[in-house]
């Protein structure tokens, strides 16, 4: 099965609009165009509507998160319609740090996935478990579990819009990089669950991205496991050559 990468950034909260918006034209400068892979910036907010005139066929930008109704009373909060008139395309959603700096749970992640479905974002939902539950090696029972209370609700026409990102909370921002092996392992897994779920050629066509310590040292790697479809870079994202240089991984590990 063939399936083109992903590069995804996700900036969390970093970077002013300049320094965003810098960062974006020397990406752009860069890389004019991708062959096969495709790169995502995720920013805050305020940077999406000033990044969309840079970006191009190959360069889309995502936000970090969504509000799950589509409007109304709910100060300070962001609606998936903001997002796309903004010019985003994709919107991460249940990243670790919102559930649990935010309590964000399965149940409301999935209408957060919903709210932006419909209004044609592309989800990059995540999954990932802590390190009690890899040492007590039911990580695959907790992703499931996670995937089953979330995005295994959708309908087979939406799961396939949907991005999936495994990113073990133990290895995110720690340098500590689950080994391409484990990454497989999940993948592989996750994928599987697919295809019970859904379809197996639903499971074939979902990319899958791996985040987590991710950087050009490690990339090469675990970007070439059969079931690892690419990145979601945090700490390596804020640095122009190190996201450069894990674009060019992406395209030549096809
Ligand atoms: P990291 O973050 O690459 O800094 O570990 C990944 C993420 O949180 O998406």
Redesign the pocket.
Known sequence: MHRSKIVAG?W?MNKTLNEGIDFIKILKESIPELRITKAIVGMPFIHLASAGPYLNGSFSIAAQNCHHEAQGAYTGEISASMIQSAGAEYV?LG???RRQYFKEDDDLILKKVKAVLSHSLTPIF?CGEPLDIREDDTHIQYVNKQLENSIFHLSNEEIQKVII?Y?PIW????GKTASSAQAQEMHKEIRLSLADNFTLAIANEIKILY????TPANAADLFSQKDVDGG??????LKTNDFLELIRIAEASI
Do not use: P
Not at 171 to 174: E, M, N, R
Not at 232 to 237: C, E, H, K, P, W
């Open positions: 996700n969390k991460i990243h670790s740090e995540c990102a990113e290895a995110i921002g720690t985040g987590g310590s991710c979601l870079i945090g700490g390596a994202s």
